[in-house]
């Protein structure tokens, strides 16, 4: 079955520095793929997506390039900021899936000052 | 556009009773809604899809007498805990999917956190 797998947390930055959050997948076919954000105590906001191979799904200063041939999805940010902490989620639906989404386990990322 | 809300917020309830979660896209039509249970540090786990007008489609190990799901109009599905224990404490989540989007993107209301006494 389809699966996402993320770098495990928790990541602690400083202000400013450079952010990388792993994300690899396996589905049959070609997902979609996306990334959600959790500030505590919320539900989930779409942070970006990519819907094909190639595709660069860019939001609020985060990236991430959909690689079919590595089968990843890695975010990423110039600088990071204190606002920015929060958990992070890839995920994916795979094709003819009725829309069912499969999670990571989420990444904490927390920004110090 | 693509906001979802959840009712309540939090619920504190005594073992035993029902606790009723309700789910509306407030300024979209859903087709497909789904309800997620996330325990404290891990990720969302799938616990059923809810299609307007049809029956839900529960994920195995999900008791289905347990938490009742009704999705009676495009805008509008229902979480029902019944006789919740303190086991059921968690933070419910519930998103949707707006008809006519292919790409399928979820869009998540901000969840209900469910304390069972």
């Known amino acids: 079955g389809d699966s996402v797998t993320q770098m495990e947390g928790p990541v602690t930055?400083?202000?400013?520095?450079f952010l990388t959050i792993n994300c690899t997948?396996?589905?049959t076919g070609y997902p979609s793929l996306f990334w959600y954000v959790?500030?505590?105590?919320?539900?989930?906001?779409?942070?970006?997506?990519?819907?094909?191979?190639?595709d660069k799904g860019s939001n609020k200063g985060f990236e991430a390039t959909y690689?079919?041939?590595?089968?990843?999805?890695h975010l990423e940010?110039?600088?990071?900021?204190?606002?920015?902490?929060?958990?992070?989620?890839?995920?994916?639906?795979?094709?003819?899936?009725?829309?069912?989404?499969?999670f990571g386990d989420g990444t904490t990322l927390t920004v110090k000052p | 556009g693509a906001v979802v809300s959840q009712h309540p917020s939090w619920v504190i309830c005594k073992s035993?009773?029902?606790?009723?979660?309700?789910?509306r896209s407030l300024d979209f039509q859903a087709t497909t809604m789904f309800w997620y249970r996330q325990f404290p540090k891990q990720s969302l786990m799938l616990m059923a899809t809810s299609n307007e007008g049809s029956k839900a489609t529960y994920?195995?190990?999900?008791?289905?007498?347990?938490?009742?799901?009704?999705?009676?109009?495009?805008t509008l599905s229902t979480l029902t805990v019944t006789s919740a224990h303190p086991e059921d404490s968690s933070f419910y989540i519930c998103s949707a999917i707006r008809a006519g989007e292919q790409e399928g993107t979820q869009y998540f209301g901000p969840g209900t956190r469910l304390t069972v006494l």
């Open chain 2, 16 to 23: 035993g009773t029902s606790v009723k979660i309700e789910c």
């Open chain 1, 67 to 73: 690689r079919k041939e590595t089968t990843s999805f």
């Open chain 1, 13 to 17: 930055l400083s202000e400013e520095a």
């Open chain 1, 38 to 54: 959790q500030y505590p105590g919320e539900g989930l906001q779409l942070l970006l997506k990519a819907t094909k191979a190639d």
């Open chain 2, 59 to 74: 994920e195995q190990g999900v008791e289905k007498d347990k938490f009742l799901i009704n999705h009676a109009s495009l």
């Open chain 1, 77 to 102: 940010k110039g600088s990071v900021q204190v606002s920015d902490s929060a958990v992070y989620f890839c995920a994916l639906i795979g094709r003819g899936n009725a829309g069912k989404s499969t």
């Open chain 1, 25 to 27: 997948y396996t589905a």
